[in-house]
């Protein structure tokens, strides 16, 4: 079965704490994506990367690192460095990041992270 | 204008009924579009894409129309059945710039 896999399903953070939602896929597809997404708002991008060894930030970056070591695997940490870090996020792939036809920009999303900071 | 804030727009039909979603595109220079469902605590599904030298496009019980004059694209479902309760979104593609813009979404109710 090809897809995107993202893991926890829910977690629970510290203030003051570093965590790291882990987001996996096997469609063999160049480019990864993470977004937050809040109540009532369209998805945000955090970071992107169009290709192994190679990310790019987003529009909240801010208090987010990722590393993109295999082609398979983009991680995404949340630092105590974001502020408000409560939200649902979203990892998502396509299968080139740069323009390569319309339908390769298609974006294939994980089930989602809910990270709730107590 | 209203500011959604917390609440999305929502959209409540009969079951059996045919619903029309709306999304007003930003980038003139956007040349794909896309209609994803979200049910809720799940990620998005793709429904239907478009490009911007099409006009329509028919899928199984989906119908995109694009509206480049005025930057409007709509998703209609016919037959409307309660599995289709979900946060519908829009997102547009300016596939030479490398930028993906997703709206905020219009929450669909079928009523039973």
Redesign the interface.
Known sequence: DGGIT?SPKYLFRKEGQNVTLSCEQNLNHDAMYW?RQD?????R?IYYS?IVNDFQKGDIAEGYSVSREKKESFPLTVTSAQKNPTAFY?CASSIV???????Y????????T?LTVL | GES?????PTLSVQEGDNSIINCAYSNSAS??F?W?KQES??????II?I?SNMDKRQGQRVTVLLNKTVKHLSLQIAATQPGDSAVY?C?E?H????K??????TRLFVKA
């Open positions: 993202q977004y109540p009532g708002q369209g998805l991008l169009q979203l990041g740069l323009a390569g036809g319309a339908s920009n298609e974006q294939f999303f994980g089930p989602g809910r | 959604v804030g917390l609440h999305l040349d794909y896309i994803y605590g799940k990620g998005p599904q793709f894409d490009r979104f997102a593609i596939t030479g710039g490398f993906t813009i997703f709206g905020a979404g």
